[in-house]
């Protein structure tokens, strides 16, 4: 573990130095203050410090998976390309401490750009709007923490398994389009394909099809979000709580990592 965490901060290190990364937490942060500081900056008093941060949900489920995926895709095939991962792991640092390490220093450079966006964004709205919603704030910040965490986690597994930096780049921009673009419009195809092919009920979605709708873990976050909003984490049907959100969430941080890893452990480094 020792060696895990001394990886994790030279990793930290690292990905601090890294201006693209901060021009899109930059990015996050002006756009969730001007979210919830226009509003009241308008008079509009109908639009509430609450229900602003409801729309800076939506602009989160855009924009953190992208600071998940810029900071940690080429983590280990960056080293692997210059040749310094053969020199760490003649050292005593294992394969293992090494996936470990990177998916602790990346995720805790996440965790710190989303603590910095929500506390500007606190800030701004608490001294506009003359509240601060502090439930709001709280689960906006866990969810957002959980949902940066889940992308670093698919970064980070995708460069522990491919042996380039281009490869890591296309298969972590493949996750990102079909993921949070397009993942709608696949579920709306597959459903009706089913009902012309008479699988499925028109005007009836299955649970199965309800299920995989929070699949990706940007579909999880908003529901995962009103959730811990409004202490309801349990309500209704399971394939619809908050809690399943979180339970999928928190899988996409730890699985791609453990499966990059198990192709990791035998690969040739070359």
């Known amino acids: 573990m020792s060696h895990a965490l001394t990886i994790a901060r030279k990793d930290v290190a690292d ?21 919830v500081g226009l509003p009241a900056l308008l008079g509009d008093d109908a639009f ?31 080293e692997r390309e210059s040749g310094s991962l053969r020199v760490l792991l003649s050292l005593p640092p294992s394969r293992r401490a090494i996936v470990a390490g990177k998916l602790l220093g ?22 506009l709007h003359g509240t601060l919603p502090v439930g ?66 028109a005007g009836a979605t299955p649970v199965w099809l309800r299920a995989l709708s929070v699949l990706p873990p940007n579909k999880a976050f908003p529901r995962a979000f009103s959730g811990l909003q409004e202490g309801t984490l349990v309500g209704g049907s399971l394939v619809t709580s908050a809690a399943l959100a979180l339970v999928v969430m928190v899988a996409w941080v730890v699985l791609p990592p453990v499966l990059g890893y198990l192709r990791f452990r035998s690969a040739d480094l070359g």
């Open 48 to 78: 509430t410090f609450r229900e602003a941060i409801g729309a800076v949900v939506q602009i989160a489920g855009l924009i953190v998976p992208l600071v998940g995926l810029l900071i940690a895709y080429h983590s280990i095939t960056a």
């Open 106 to 127: 990346r995720g805790a450079v996440v965790v710190l750009a989303g603590v910095v966006a929500v506390l500007l964004m606190s800030v701004v709205g608490g001294l």
């Open 136 to 201: 709001s704030v709280l689960a906006l910040g866990g969810s957002v923490t959980l949902l940066g965490l889940s992308f670093v986690g698919v970064a980070i597994g995708v460069s522990a398994a491919v042996s380039t930096r281009g490869r890591a780049m296309a298969v972590t921009v493949g996750f990102y389009t079909v993921a949070v673009l397009f993942w709608n419009l696949l579920l709306q195809a597959v459903q009706f394909a089913g009902v012309r092919l008479g699988v499925l009920t």
């Open 15 to 35: 990905a601090v130095r890294s201006l693209a990364l901060w021009a899109v937490v930059g990015l996050f942060a002006l756009l969730t203050a001007v979210v």
